[in-house]
């Protein structure tokens, strides 16, 4: 029992998240966010103290990075050697540091995402400018702490001569946190801390003047400065980085796009491959080649064009399709004070100088307590030098060294450090030089001391001494801006004329929903009758259109779905069509097409009216149904209703310009006929207004638009067969949601109802009853009746019962022939 006192019961939840946070605070701290006083993770900081420790230093010869690897893992980071040559190989690119801090020979890796050479293969040194990371490190500048093993110590921090942070960015995911911070510009950075020691209340736009935003070693273009004053405000924002490019223009017309310069970690081979996917599976016509010609003298991507093609509209396809263009997020996370913050540029700035305030104040107390102990010496030397032949004197009668210190401090008060300083004198130094060059010595540390002790004491002296000190890294160090800023963030038009190669096609949609494209050459190869199309279908639409031009297409369920002509499914004329419920989720199983309408362009100066079974009727601006994001998997509602039995019946597209009437026949043969302008236009969701006061278990069975002045001639088809053509005019104009007149007379016995309500010029009706038998009508061969008529019979109701169907025959000779 006594062995298992030690052991403590705990639930999985407490060990877990006990662990767990453990682990994280580890991460984070330790890992993979970068300190906001040298900008380096754990890992970097080892890899350059470690190197510096070494004497791998710039001005020496290079040394196998296998060795400097095992030293790091030995040393100061016992993980992976992987891991650690992979964060030294990353110090060393020029295209992800926009400052390298370390030199490489040998193959670092690429652009295009290649690997770098073994460890065993490559050789490195610091940079010189790490050597402004490093400087100072020995005078005590920095906390340190012992390693993994307590055998060496290492330090918590660099002293970091400039602001590393921003000048190399950051990029990094932990628990709970990640970190991306740009590259930026050593002089910018450099001018901005300066100005922030001498205003530390200046403003942010104040600081943009200095930093006016990040300057990637890639170059590129940056477009945003509103986003990137947000993101140094708040350490979040997101800006549009792009490529550099230009176009030229060849032999024959032809022109070429040249890119020199790729976003920030873009894989420059991943995005040739994609732009080359492009043209091969012509997405967009036009590109004929594209070919990376990068060399020793730079980046140089080629996308050679075919002949007469926009190349300003392939450009911007590619820029909103390809990494040629990308967004870049700032989400500025760094370790201040042991914990992860989000840090706005100010903060970034401000606790740099903190930091280096901090540095130069030991620098200078170790600088000055080394001054002190030597003045010490000096002046113990000088005095003995002056009392020479006593000092000799009492080292001679003394019986060793340790006799003659004890001596020295008792006979001539000197102390013991000076005393040591004494008895270890050479006698070559006793002569009158060097009592000269003491004096000169002395002089020099008292001037030196007074400095000292000025900077330790005056704190405007103080940052005098960081804004020089920068003010040289930056002298030798700065280059010129590599990265464009933009002011707008460029909206990016892609033209459909560079998507789509311009054809004139023949389109066909059939009530059942099966849409399609055919060639000309397929539907001349064919008669017009033989569209492909079930036997139960129609035909709503068919008509030679133009590949640029745009379909809008109406539902009885009161639904919109859109298409460019391009989109169609291009097939043969005898084939079927592809269903809508193929791409279109929301399209039920009941519902049909009942209109469709072509256009180029959106005209807010067309209305569609909307007429329902239950009496509804409405008008909405066209340009209410511009392209929607998920046009491709959803209609939009046009038209919603009130009742779930009810149901569009007719849907028209008018010129607002256009006098015109609104015609309505009812089932049990009511009409109504009012002017147009009395619906009003409201938006794509509402549910309109009352077309037609209705009876009882009465519905509206169709609705026309015809002229407020002329001749319309409808067509009226009854279940019992009788077939009656009027003029809608003959109908009193009256006003909306009355009940209207009667357009049949009504029968005792056996009365007849409206089927069927249509255009009555140059119809062709197809009549079938219950018993099947048809007709077939043309509406030109019946006179025009007055109102009360009840027309004349074209099936015989007795023989076949009633008619239940009355179907449009849709010309396609007639319009082959247009």
Same mark, same amino acid.
């Not at 080292?395 to 001596?407: G, V």
């Not at 008509?543 to 745009?550: A, E, K």
């Not at 009003?680 to 209705?694: D, E, F, Q």
């Not at 002329?710 to 809608?728: C, E, F, W």
């Given at each position: 029992?006594?062995?298992?006192?030690?052991?403590?019961?705990?639930?999985?939840?407490?060990?877990?998240?006990?662990?767990?946070?453990?682990?994280?605070?580890?991460?984070?701290?330790?890992?993979?966010?970068?300190?906001?006083?040298?900008?380096?993770?754990?890992?970097?900081?080892?890899?350059?103290?470690?190197?510096?420790?070494?004497?791998?230093?710039?001005?020496?010869?290079?040394?196998?990075?296998?060795?400097?690897?095992?030293?790091?893992?030995?040393?100061?980071?016992?993980?992976?050697?992987?891991?650690?040559?992979?964060?030294?190989?990353?110090?060393?690119?020029?295209?992800?540091?926009?400052?390298?801090?370390?030199?490489?020979?040998?193959?670092?890796?690429? /652009?295009?995402?290649?690997?770098?050479?073994?460890?065993?293969?490559?050789?490195?040194?610091?940079?010189?400018?790490?050597?402004?990371?490093?400087?100072?490190?020995?005078?005590?500048?920095?906390?340190?702490?012992?390693?993994?093993?307590?055998?060496?110590?290492?330090?918590?921090?660099?002293?970091?001569?400039?602001?590393?942070?921003?000048?190399?960015?950051?990029?990094?995911?932990?628990?709970?946190?990640?970190?991306?911070?740009?590259?930026?510009?050593?002089?910018?950075?450099?001018?901005?801390?300066?100005?922030?020691?001498?205003?530390?209340?200046?403003?942010?736009?104040?600081?943009?003047?200095?930093?006016?935003?990040?300057?990637?070693?890639?170059?590129?273009?940056?477009?945003?400065?509103?986003?990137?004053?947000?993101?140094?405000?708040?350490?979040?924002?997101?800006?549009?980085?792009?490529?550099?490019?230009?176009?030229?223009?060849?032999?024959?017309?032809?022109?070429?796009?040249?890119?020199?310069?790729?976003?920030?970690?873009?894989?420059?081979?991943?995005?040739?491959?994609?732009?080359?996917?492009?043209?091969?599976?012509?997405?967009?016509?036009?590109?004929?080649?594209?070919?990376?010609?990068?060399?020793?003298?730079?980046?140089?991507?080629?996308?050679?064009?075919?002949?007469?093609?926009?190349?300003?509209?392939?450009?911007?396809?590619?820029?909103?399709?390809?990494?040629?263009?990308?967004?870049?997020?700032?989400?500025?996370?760094?370790?201040?004070?042991?914990?992860?913050?989000?840090?706005?540029?100010?903060?970034?700035?401000?606790?740099?100088?903190?930091?280096?305030?901090?540095?130069?104040?030991?620098?200078?107390?170790?600088?000055?307590?080394?001054?002190?102990?030597?003045?010490?010496?000096?002046?113990?030397?000088?005095?003995?030098?002056?009392?020479?032949?006593?000092?000799?004197?009492?080292?001679?009668?003394?019986?060793?060294?340790?006799?003659?210190?004890?001596?020295?401090?008792?006979?001539?008060?000197?102390?013991?450090?000076?005393?040591?300083?004494?008895?270890?004198?050479?006698?070559?130094?006793?002569?009158?030089?060097?009592?000269?060059?003491?004096?000169?010595?002395?002089?020099?540390?008292?001037?030196?001391?007074?400095?000292?002790?000025?900077?330790?004491?005056?704190?405007?002296?103080?940052?005098?001494?960081?804004?020089?000190?920068?003010?040289?890294?930056?002298?030798?160090?700065?280059?010129?801006?590599?990265?464009?800023?933009?002011?707008?963030?460029?909206?990016?038009?892609?033209?459909?004329?560079?998507?789509?190669?311009?054809?004139?096609?023949?389109?066909?949609?059939?009530?059942?929903?099966?849409?399609?494209?055919?060639?000309?050459?397929?539907?001349?190869?064919?008669?017009?009758?033989?569209?492909?199309?079930?036997?139960?279908?129609?035909?709503?639409?068919?008509?030679?259109?133009?590949?640029?031009?745009?379909?809008?297409?109406?539902?009885?369920?009161?639904?919109?779905?859109?298409?460019?002509?391009?989109?169609?499914?291009?097939?043969?004329?005898?084939?079927?069509?592809?269903?809508?419920?193929?791409?279109?989720?929301?399209?039920?199983?009941?519902?049909?097409?009942?209109?469709?309408?072509?256009?180029?362009?959106?005209?807010?100066?067309?209305?569609?009216?909307? /007429?329902?079974?239950?009496?509804?009727?409405?008008?909405?601006?066209?340009?209410?149904?511009?392209?929607?994001?998920?046009?491709?998997?959803?209609?939009?509602?046009?038209?919603?209703?009130?009742?779930?039995?009810?149901?569009?019946?007719?849907?028209?597209?008018?010129?607002?310009?256009?006098?015109?009437?609104?015609?309505?026949?009812?089932?049990?043969?009511?009409?109504?006929?009012?002017?147009?302008?009395?619906?009003?236009?409201?938006?794509?969701?509402?549910?309109?207004?009352?077309?037609?006061?209705?009876?009882?278990?009465?519905?509206?069975?169709?609705?026309?638009?015809?002229?407020?002045?002329?001749?319309?001639?409808?067509?009226?088809?009854?279940?019992?067969?009788?077939?009656?053509?009027?003029?809608?005019?003959?109908?009193?104009?009256?006003?909306?949601?009355?009940?209207?007149?009667?357009?049949?007379?009504?029968?005792?016995?056996?009365?007849?109802?409206?089927?069927?309500?249509?255009?009555?010029?140059?119809?062709?009706?197809?009549?079938?009853?219950?018993?099947?038998?048809?007709?077939?009508?043309?509406?030109?061969?019946?006179?025009?009746?007055?109102?009360?008529?009840?027309?004349?019979?074209?099936?015989?109701?007795?023989?076949?019962?009633?008619?239940?169907?009355?179907?449009?025959?849709?010309?396609?000779?007639?319009?082959?022939?247009?």
């Amino acid at each position: 029992m006594e062995q298992n006192n030690h052991i403590q019961e705990l639930t999985l939840e407490e060990v877990m998240g006990d662990r767990f946070g453990r682990y994280s605070k580890y991460i984070i701290q330790e890992r993979a966010l970068p300190d906001v006083r040298d900008g380096l993770k754990p890992v970097q900081r080892r890899i350059l103290f470690s190197m510096n420790n070494d004497g791998n230093t710039h001005d020496k010869s290079f040394r196998k990075s296998a060795k400097s690897v095992g030293n790091v893992m030995g040393n100061y980071h016992p993980h992976g050697d992987s891991s650690i040559y992979e964060a030294m190989v990353r110090m060393s690119q020029d295209w992800k540091l926009r400052e390298v801090l370390v030199e490489m020979h040998g193959n670092n890796g690429s /652009m295009d995402g290649d690997p770098p050479a073994a460890m065993r293969y490559t050789e490195a040194r610091l940079s010189e400018l790490s050597g402004m990371m490093l400087a100072d490190i020995e005078k005590d500048t920095v906390d340190m702490v012992l390693n993994f093993d307590d055998t060496e110590k290492e330090p918590t921090v660099l002293p970091a001569k400039f602001p590393n942070l921003l000048v190399n960015g950051s990029t990094g995911i932990s628990a709970g946190y990640a970190t991306e911070i740009p590259t930026h510009n050593l002089a910018e950075v450099i001018d901005g801390t300066v100005y922030l020691i001498d205003h530390p209340n200046a403003s942010l736009n104040k600081l943009m003047e200095f930093i006016p935003g990040p300057d990637f070693p890639t170059g590129g273009i940056l477009q945003g400065k509103e986003e990137i004053k947000k993101a140094y405000e708040t350490g979040k924002g997101k800006v549009i980085l792009r490529s550099k490019t230009e176009i030229e223009t060849l032999h024959g017309g032809k022109q070429q796009i040249v890119v020199t310069e790729i976003p920030y970690e873009v894989n420059k081979a991943t995005l040739v491959k994609r732009i080359d996917e492009i043209r091969l599976a012509k997405k967009i016509e036009g590109i004929a080649e594209v070919r990376d010609e990068t060399d020793r003298s730079g980046l140089r991507m080629v996308i050679e064009l075919k002949k007469d093609i926009n190349a300003q509209g392939i450009l911007n396809y590619l820029f909103k399709n390809t990494d040629l263009q990308v967004n870049y997020s700032f989400n500025m996370v760094a370790i201040d004070h042991k914990r992860p913050q989000q840090v706005s540029l100010k903060h970034i700035l401000a606790s740099y100088i903190e930091h280096r305030r901090d540095v130069v104040l030991k620098r200078s107390q170790f600088e000055l307590n080394k001054a002190q102990k030597r003045q010490h010496i000096v002046d113990g030397l000088m005095k003995a030098l002056s009392i020479l032949d006593k000092v000799i004197a009492t080292i001679r009668a003394s019986k060793d060294k340790k006799d003659a210190k004890n001596n020295l401090v008792i006979q001539h008060q000197f102390t013991q450090a000076q005393a040591e300083a004494i008895v270890n004198l050479q006698l070559y130094r006793l002569t009158n030089t060097d009592i000269t060059e003491l004096e000169n010595e002395a002089k020099e540390l008292a001037a030196y001391i007074a400095e000292l002790q000025k900077i330790l004491s005056d704190e405007t002296e103080l940052m005098k001494v960081i804004k020089n000190e920068l003010r040289q890294v930056k002298k030798k160090f700065s280059t010129p801006r590599l990265t464009q800023i933009e002011e707008q963030i460029e909206e990016i038009k892609i033209e459909t004329e560079v998507l789509v190669p311009s054809e004139e096609v023949m389109t066909a949609i059939t009530k059942e929903g099966y849409i399609k494209r055919s060639s000309l050459r397929s539907f001349s190869a064919s008669r017009p009758e033989e569209l492909g199309m079930k036997e139960t279908d129609e035909v709503v639409f068919c008509q030679q259109l133009n590949t640029l031009d745009h379909l809008l297409l109406v539902t009885n369920r009161g639904n919109m779905i859109y298409r460019p002509v391009f989109e169609l499914p291009d097939l043969k004329w005898k084939d079927t069509g592809e269903h809508l419920s193929q791409t279109v989720l929301n399209f039920n199983s009941d519902e049909v097409v009942l209109s469709v309408f072509s256009y180029r362009e959106l005209d807010a100066a067309r209305n569609f009216v909307f /007429m329902t079974k239950n009496g509804m009727i409405k008008q909405t601006r066209m340009d209410e149904f511009a392209p929607w994001r998920t046009y491709k998997s959803r209609g939009v509602t046009a038209m919603k209703f009130k009742d779930e039995t009810d149901e569009l019946i007719n849907a028209f597209l008018v010129d607002t310009k256009e006098e015109l009437d609104v015609f309505l026949a009812t089932y049990k043969g009511m009409g109504l006929r009012y002017a147009l302008n009395e619906v009003p236009i409201v938006g794509a969701k509402a549910s309109g207004v009352k077309a037609i006061n209705l009876k009882a278990e009465d519905e509206v069975v169709n609705g026309l638009l015809v002229y407020s002045n002329g001749d319309n001639p409808v067509i009226i088809v009854s279940q019992r067969g009788a077939i009656k053509r009027m003029l809608a005019q003959e109908l009193s104009q009256l006003s909306r949601a009355k009940r209207g007149v009667m357009i049949l007379r009504e029968l005792k016995k056996n009365p007849h109802r409206i089927v069927y309500m249509g255009d009555g010029q140059n119809k062709t009706l197809l009549l079938a009853n219950e018993k099947g038998q048809q007709a077939e009508i043309q509406s030109d061969h019946y006179p025009i009746s007055d109102r009360m008529s009840n027309g004349s019979f074209a099936l015989d109701e007795k023989q076949g019962g009633k008619v239940i169907e009355v179907k449009e025959q849709f010309d396609l000779q007639e319009d082959r022939e247009e």
